[in-house]
């Protein structure tokens, strides 16, 4: 059955967007990346997900998705997995330009620097797809006017799995206002559990040996200074969350700042 209706007939539901994909980047055979028109007066912080979906069978489908653009961008951006008989992700990941996505008008979300006390380091910790949270905020630049220094975490199972971060460090060197307003100040450490590669491991296991700290020539944490993002599996979640916890650092949200947040809403 066809996937994407038509727009002309495209039934929008209520208190929804139906916006335009430009582009899809496929980086694996389980991941892949799409640009969509950002429709005028969403507005959102960055770091937040919203709901994305598609009409399948005459029936719209969503799912949290977290922006991977910053709030500064006039597209939308997001990464995705692709589940074989995932109710979104079979559909979603066949689309084209010129395909239409729907995307609830609510953003939402914890990991944002309003949910943050202020800190001198900011560790941004991710696995797989919980990238995306981080390729909005570490292209934003108010997270290096509230951090000196900004430390982005990610770990996959393969290494061809951590090209969209490689990518984003990338664009974020060659960009014409970011660059400087970047500089050194953003780190970018990516490892990976099922193959061979330079650096390995468990993001829970490298903090816990302090191979972590060493690697980047940093201090072990500090609740003092240091303060934390976490976006994978509820399972990388709540081991990640028990380690800053042991070293001192309290959760926070939106409605309580604290010195680390965590995204409970995002799903693989
Ligand atoms: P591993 O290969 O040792 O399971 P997944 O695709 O299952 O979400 O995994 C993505 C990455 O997150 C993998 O590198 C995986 O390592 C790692 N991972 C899975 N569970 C945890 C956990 N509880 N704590 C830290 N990292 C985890």
Not at 93 to 120: E, F, H, S
Not at 204 to 224: H, N
Not at 247 to 258: C, D, I, M, V, Y
């Amino acid at each position: 059955a066809p996937v994407m209706t038509k727009s002309a007939e495209l039934i929008v539901p209520e208190g929804v967007y139906a916006e335009t994909v430009l582009s899809v980047t496929h980086y694996t055979d389980r991941l892949f990346r799409f640009r969509m028109t950002r429709p005028a007066g969403f507005r959102f912080r960055s770091g937040e997900f919203a709901m994305i979906g598609l009409v399948v069978d005459g029936k719209p489908i969503y799912r949290a998705y977290s922006i991977a653009s910053p709030s500064w961008d006039e597209e939308l951006e997001f990464f995705s997995i692709k589940v074989p008989d995932g109710p979104l992700t079979q559909h979603l990941q066949r689309i084209r330009p010129g395909d239409k996505v729907l995307m609830r008008k609510k953003p939402t979300g914890t990991l944002v620097l309003d949910a943050l006390t202020p800190g001198k380091r900011l560790y941004m910790f991710s696995t797989g797809t919980g990238i995306a949270p981080f390729a909005s905020l570490i292209r934003d630049p108010e997270t290096y006017e509230k951090f000196e220094e900004v430390i982005l975490t990610h770990t996959c199972r393969q290494v061809a799995e951590l090209k969209y971060g490689f990518d984003l460090m990338d664009e974020i060197r060659n960009h014409e206002f970011l660059a400087e307003i970047v500089g050194d100040k953003l780190k970018h450490y990516a490892t990976v559990t099922r193959e061979d590669y330079p650096f390995q491991g468990r993001i829970t296991d490298l903090i816990e040996s302090g191979k972590l700290f060493t690697d980047l020539g940093v201090p072990p944490l500090d609740p003092a200074v240091d303060r934390g993002m976490i976006c994978g599996s509820a399972d990388m979640l709540k081991d990640t969350k028990a380690l800053l916890e042991k070293a001192g650092l309290t959760e926070g949200a939106n409605s309580k700042p604290a010195e680390f947040v965590i995204e409970r809403a995002f799903v693989g």
